[in-house]
């Protein structure tokens, strides 16, 4: 039983459900990036790279906040005793070193761009966090997965740059529906972050704006760029029914758990919308 909570302490500190989708996002991108040449050993490499990477940010992020959360979270696994500090810098430091050998094997290009991306998780987590600059790692990380998947999968495309506009605000969306549900204890650990400083009103119009704004981006830049519009309006069309849920679930409940549900409704409405761009984009 101590054995089964020890892993399931290790689980949660990772942070799963961001985790998952941002591997999740990583797989289609390389998937469509790949077209009909898709080598499924680069694509378990680089899939494999980013999880501990992501691993690494995620632990790191319990590690350094372990004594705030033990006034403010104390049901995270390092704030229960659940998992022990050196653990937690033991597995630190075992995910560094597979990504590490995840990503040598996919070239020195790609290895530097997971190593950037690793640095933008740990700039937020060590530097970042409190400030009201806490969306901008979210922002680098997203402009530095593109590029790192297609240059591991071999078949970088420039066009994918596109993404960039719609993923500004996309990922502070992301950032506001993650934050908010802890302003008020951000707020009185004296954490001020973006979240914190905008205040609960503002920030939850600023995540339905910055949402809404990624989605007309998406639609602009698709047909500009002369996508396939079909696969892009589908994308949008579910994005925008998924905001539209969370608005009506918001306003039947303004409470930190519901919060917490828009924050997997948006990450969700992201990978989508951003899939359906990237499917335009492959026709």
């Known amino acids: 039983m101590a054995l089964l909570r020890r ?18 996002f990583a797989a289609i991108l390389a998937i469509v990036t790949a077209r009909d040449a898709l080598d499924l050993s680069r694509l378990v490499r680089t899939v494999a790279a980013l999880f501990f990477s992501q691993v690494v940010v995620g632990i790191s992020n319990d590690y350094h906040d372990r004594l705030l959360d033990a006034q403010g979270q104390p049901w995270k696994p390092l704030a229960r005793g659940i998992v022990t500090p050196n653990e937690a810098r033991a597995l630190i430091a075992l995910a560094f070193v597979l990504m590490l050998a995840c990503a040598v094997l996919l070239g020195p290009i790609a290895l530097s761009f997971v190593l950037l991306g690793t640095l933008a998780g740990q700039i937020y987590n060590f530097r970042l966090r409190g400030t009201p600059f806490s969306w901008l790692p979210y922002v680098l990380g997203f402009i ?100 539209v ?19 997997r409704l948006i990450a969700a409405s992201a990978v989508i919308l951003v899939a359906g761009w990237l499917l335009g984009l492959k026709s």
């Open 7 to 24: 892993l399931q302490g290790y689980w949660l500190m990772i942070h799963p459900f961001p985790v998952m989708m941002v591997i999740t």
């Open 144 to 243: 530095i997965l593109p590029i790192f998947v297609g240059v591991a999968m071999e078949r970088f495309d420039a066009r994918q740059l596109a993404l960039v506009p719609i993923g500004l605000p996309l990922l502070f969306a992301v950032h506001l529906a993650q934050t908010l549900p802890d302003l008020e204890t951000d707020r009185v650990l004296g954490v001020r972050g973006v979240a914190v400083t905008l205040g609960h009103t503002r920030g939850v119009t600023a995540m339905w704006r910055a949402w809404a704004g990624a989605q007309a981006l998406a639609l602009a830049s698709a047909a500009l760029l002369g996508l396939d519009l079909g696969f892009v309006l589908i994308a949008t069309g579910i994005s925008l029914a998924l905001e």
């Open 245 to 263: 849920a969370s608005i009506v679930m918001y306003h039947h409940g303004a409470t930190s758990s519901t919060l917490r549900v828009i924050f």
